[in-house]
């Protein structure tokens, strides 16, 4: 019954390789996003998906390229990754952009790059 | 520039002490201000959101308030529980083109003894 589920929970990979995150709501909502959460916990919003529409992409390197095969799923692909993306990345949902519940948050996948 | 100062940093109280965190912020232009609880290991939970016209919002234990002419909020906590130790977040999301950008604090880590 998670309302917000990423896999995997935990990543550890070499400079240079590609992996994904997967994320998918069972919620209903519309509206989904991907967070950064730095090693200062810093959280800051990297993509904003409404009804598989990418609505917001915040400065984001192109070597992140994010997926949505349908409004509830939103996958993270990463490509030659460099170690200062190593931090914790959360998935969320929300049902619109100003949802007076707030967004849902997966529990986050810490990717280490080594 | 955008950005979202929280103070305290960190925060120690007995159980069953009130306390109250402090947002300030530069956002604009603004569209709402929302408090975050974030347990260790987890993604963020909402406990309130306020918009430009709105001065008070409470969620049980949880009041948040909001002075939009001198752009600060606070957030009191009453009767603290064990449970309430968490990372206490504050965003702010600014209104671009149609869509809703957040800008997060880097939040304040309280921590509530028995």
């Known amino acids: 019954d998670t309302a917000v589920s990423q896999t995997p929970k935990y990543l550890v990979t070499q400079m240079g390789n590609d992996k994904s995150i997967k994320c998918e709501q069972n919620l209903g909502h519309d509206t989904m996003y991907w967070y950064k959460q730095d090693s200062k916990k810093f959280l800051k919003i990297m993509f904003s998906y409404n009804n598989k529409e990418l609505i917001i992409n915040e400065t984001v390197p192109n070597r992140f390229s994010p997926k949505s095969p349908d409004k509830a799923h939103l996958n993270l692909h990463i490509n030659s990754l460099e170690l200062g993306d190593s931090a914790v990345y959360f998935c969320?949902?929300?049902?619109?952009?100003?949802?007076?519940?707030?967004?849902?948050f997966g529990q986050g996948t810490r990717l280490t790059v080594v | 520039k955008n950005q979202v100062e929280q103070s305290p940093q960190s925060l120690i109280i007995l159980e069953g002490k009130n306390c109250t965190l402090q947002c300030n912020y530069t956002v604009s232009p603004f569209s709402n201000l929302r408090w975050y609880k974030q347990d260790t290991g987890r993604g963020p939970v909402s406990l309130t959101i306020?918009?430009?016209?709105?001065n008070t919002k409470s969620n049980g234990r949880y009041t948040a308030t909001l002075d939009a002419d001198t752009k600060q909020s606070s957030l009191h906590i009453t009767a603290s529980q064990l449970s309430d130790s968490a990372s206490y977040i504050c965003?702010?999301?600014?209104?671009?083109?149609?869509?809703?950008?957040?800008?997060f604090g880097r939040g304040t880590s309280l921590i509530v003894h028995p």
């Open positions: 969320a949902s929300s049902q619109g952009e100003r949802s007076a519940r707030g967004a849902f």
């Open positions: 306020m918009t430009f016209s709105e």
């Open positions: 965003v702010v999301s600014e209104g671009r083109g149609g869509s809703y950008i957040p800008t």
